[in-house]
């Protein structure tokens, strides 16, 4: 069953703008996990946020948390044409981390113009 | 760095066929999961593997087995393929450490 919802579904930008993707859950989770996938390849982990944190950055990226709403948003700054890529967010369910089952989202098409 | 391989990029096969979809990870991942992913439906578990021998359906588990007979090999089957079986699969193995899935780089399978 799929728990997480993206938003915005498809989103398109120019090169050197912010991207801002949100997500939504239904159920109390351990951890938050954001992935991307390149057309036709598989997905790659990008950032992990635990349930007792509120933000995370690594590099560009910048990850925030909300549980009380139940939602998360990934930020791109300065975006690049290579950032181009399907995004998901990935929830681990509360007493479920030992097992590694991940919910998806639906995902947000990124369009970087160059 | 963690490796998932999968068997082949791309496959045609016909209906009726068997089909089998191999994984195999480099990292020692006691887990490994099976989804298919579709435009409109996201990644959806097919099944899922925690230990050699041992299995558990996922939510999509009809028209599906699979096998783990070795630690790092993962295999997806296809009994009797279906067009409706046309899909990309994605492999994925579990970082128990980093709480992450691995995935591999799909195998986009056409059903005929």
């Known amino acids: 069953s799929q728990q997480g919802e993206e938003d915005p579904q498809a989103l398109s930008i120019q090169e050197g703008e912010n991207a801002t993707m949100n997500c939504s859950y239904k159920?109390?989770?351990?951890?938050l996990q954001w992935y991307r996938q390149n057309s036709g390849r598989g997905l790659v982990h990008l950032i992990l946020?635990?349930?007792?944190?509120r933000e995370k950055h690594s590099g560009r990226l910048r990850v925030t948390l909300d549980t009380s709403k139940k939602s998360s948003s990934l930020l791109i700054t300065a975006s690049r044409a290579a950032d181009t890529a399907s995004y998901f967010c990935?929830?681990?369910?509360?007493?479920?981390?030992?097992?590694?089952?991940?919910?998806f989202g639906q995902g947000t098409t990124l369009q970087v113009k160059p | 760095d963690v490796k998932v391989t999968q068997s082949s990029r791309y496959l045609v096969k016909r209906t009726g066929e068997k089909v089998f979809l191999e994984c195999v990870q480099d990292?020692?991942?006691?887990?490994m999961f099976w989804y298919r992913q579709d435009p409109g439906l996201g990644l959806r578990l097919i099944y899922f593997?925690?230990?050699?021998?041992?299995?558990e359906k996922g939510d999509i588990p009809e028209g599906y087995s699979v096998s783990r007979e070795k630690k790092e090999r993962f295999s997806l089957i296809l009994e009797s393929a279906s067009t409706n079986q046309t899909s990309m699969y994605l492999c994925?193995?579990?970082?128990?450490?980093?709480?992450?899935?691995?995935f591999g780089p799909g195998t986009r399978l056409t059903v005929l």
């Open positions: 990935a929830t681990v369910k509360h007493g479920s981390s030992n097992t590694g089952k991940l919910i």
């Open positions: 159920t109390s989770i351990n951890n």
């Open positions: 946020i635990r349930s007792n944190e």
């Open positions: 990292m020692d991942h006691e887990n």
């Open positions: 593997s925690y230990d050699v021998k041992m299995k």
């Open positions: 994925a193995s579990y970082d128990r450490e980093r709480d992450t899935q691995y």
